[in-house]
């Protein structure tokens, strides 16, 4: 019989987008052979974009947003995920084209379900959530470009945030001189404490003119800004350096020549969580879960949030102001499907 559950639902009428926490019936859930009780979710940049409506993001209305699921499966129609079995998901159309993990359940194809890594507990896996793999997949990246501590400092922007915390966390822990850009003058001690050797204003990466190459400064950057900030970077690039590209939050048109790439020979890697292969995603959360797990993982998790106080945090993080993760609480919210 099917149960209601509570979501964070997005709706949009006369052209006005809202959202509210609601009762929705799991039937309502989407397509898919996996039902899963979610016991966590996190709150990342793309889904206060969902919460707004952005066209790019929510195909249809209503929706639930959260790109990040972690709990137990309920029911399973695939016979290697058994009921009571601990996962998580990340990315796919989990809270884009498919209702995501902003509520008591969801209901997805097994092919997005990762089974829980031992060395990870739900909670820790949703610390990490998309922001966390996209590190790890932007630092696989750059260690398959050859890139190596000794070559030199490498840069993190958006440093505070989510996936910039993250990367500072994963690549200082590899022996890597992380320089740290952020705009928060206050996340200092915390960058530092993640393992940052120097913590940088976002001003270094204003461009000085429009000079095709810059001084070479770093060795490989994880960039999650995008726009003039990412062109400056790969201008200012060691030869053979490398930056992994995972974000837009300063914007999505790079002002770049192609002077960098046939002059010093630099890579510009683009970063995809959300469709990582199948066989990657499941490596990648194996070294999470065990070397690459960071030490500060709690220093990192600055909130926990019911879905009641969602709607705040979503103005916050899209006006860039949101340190380190918040995580989304779902195994307490009571409700008719009282969770055993
Ligand atoms: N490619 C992928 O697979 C993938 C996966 C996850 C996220 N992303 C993208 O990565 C970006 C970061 O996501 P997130 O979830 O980590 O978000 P987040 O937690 O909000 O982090 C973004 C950080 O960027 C900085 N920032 C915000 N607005 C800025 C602006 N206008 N100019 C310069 N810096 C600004 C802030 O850090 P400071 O104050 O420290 O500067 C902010 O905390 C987003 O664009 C997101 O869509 C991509």
Redesign the pocket.
Known sequence: MSQEIRAFVVRKQDGEVSHQVELVSEQDLGQGDVLIRVHWSSL???DALAAKGHPGIVRRFPHVPGIDAAGTVVESQYERLRPGQQVLITGYELGGGHWGGWAQRVRVPHQWVVPLPQGLSLRESMILG??GF?AA?ALQKLLDWGVQPEQGPVLV????????SLAVALLAQQGFAVSA????PQ?QEFLHQLGAQEVLP?QVLQAPGDKPLLSGRWAAAVD???GE?LGVIVRSLKPQGAVAA?????GVEVPLGVYPFILRGVGLLG????GCPYTVRLQLWSRLAGSWKPRGLEQIAQRELTLDQLSQAVEE?LS?G??GRVLVRLQDESGPEADK
């Open positions: 990342n940049y793309k998309t922001a996209t997949l922007t958006g440093a505070s945030g989510g996936v910039g850009v952020t705009g928060k996340a976002r999650t800004l995008g900030p995972c974000g837009l939050v300063a970063v995809d969580s959300a993080i860039g949101v340190q």
